[in-house]
């Protein structure tokens, strides 16, 4: 359940994919740069953040919450499975039905024994430019967990692709398309791909802010102008996707408040409104989580 104050839907606390990216900086666990961090976003008004590192992904529940208690930031925790490539062996072995017992099981009794309770399916992913079978398994069995619990939905796209494909899928599926959210789809940089998505439903995130190798935000600026002046802001959530050590101040990074120190002036300097930023940050969050 989100508290009131601004949302930040799209990080991740602890993620560990440096076995597979092949360098340490891809393990993202320190504690005191992390508080250090999370307390400089309260003080911005930053009261949650929906953490979306899953099954496989390196959670680590007792550090989030510990993370969480010493700085007062709420967070929102997720089930699933990532995406091929980072996939533990346990979702190619197991069939859909035992991928929805794991992902219900979280929900409903808590994560790796803790008690805490997942309150959002994701991220779940394709791959770039292709849907693995496994990939189509997973997201098979988060319809069926999405059913059973009526836990919202919150997608990868891998540099913003398939983002139609996974939208016809949900449809496909009969999945209501107000309780899902595609990830990653300012890195697609194009505004008509973004709206063809907004009009069909669902919510989008430009939630890696901030990656300027991937996306100018200056791009990310002038496509959420032209959201607004559509009149779909109302459907948008910003984040940044903080996953490597270097992402953080303490190496260097722009760290998780260059969102609200930078970004936002940013975007009020592109014609965005306070009440667009306001909705993005603040209220569509809790619309889409608390409905
Ligand atoms: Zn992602």
Redesign the pocket.
Known sequence: MLVDGITLM?EHTTIDLSEVKNTEDCQLDVFNETVKEYKKLYENGVRNIVD?TVFGMGRNIPFVQKIADESGINIIYSTGF??EEFYPIQVFRETREQLVERMVNEINQGIKGTGVKAEIIG?I?TSYNVWTDTEKKVFEAVVIAHQETKKPITT??SIGTLGHEQVDFFKKHNVDLNRVVI??VDLTGNADYILKMLKAGVYVEF?TVGKESYMPDRTRAEILKKIQDAGYIDRVFLSM?ITRKSHLEYKGGLGYNFLLDSFIPLLNSHGLTDDSIEKMLATNPMVFMNQ
Request: hydrophobic residues 10%.
């Open positions: 799209h979306v990532y995406q991220e992913g990868h796209t990830g990653h939630d996707d």
